[in-house]
């Protein structure tokens, strides 16, 4: 059974945009960790300055700064 690797809190970008409007926010902020689909972590992100959240797997996402926000 596959786990949330990344914590709430963490910024993260999204790695694939196609298909999204060029209105989609380029970053993002974890702010929920959702139950696993088809065995995958899944976030809901959200975009404070556009009010934009949505929800995406942990594939397609890409943190920001992680090695510096990461506890070992």
């Given amino acids: 059974m596959s786990q ?26 974890i702010t929920a960790k959702m139950p696993l689909r088809d065995n995958a972590p899944q976030y809901r992100i ?4 556009l009010g934009q959240e949505r929800v995406s797997a942990e594939s397609n996402l890409e943190p920001i700064d992680w090695g510096m926000t990461r506890s070992h």
């Fill in 46 to 49: 959200r975009n404070d300055e």
């Fill in 4 to 29: 949330h690797r990344y914590p709430v809190g963490l910024s993260v970008r999204l790695r694939d945009r196609h298909n999204l409007s060029p209105r989609t926010a380029e970053t993002y902020r």
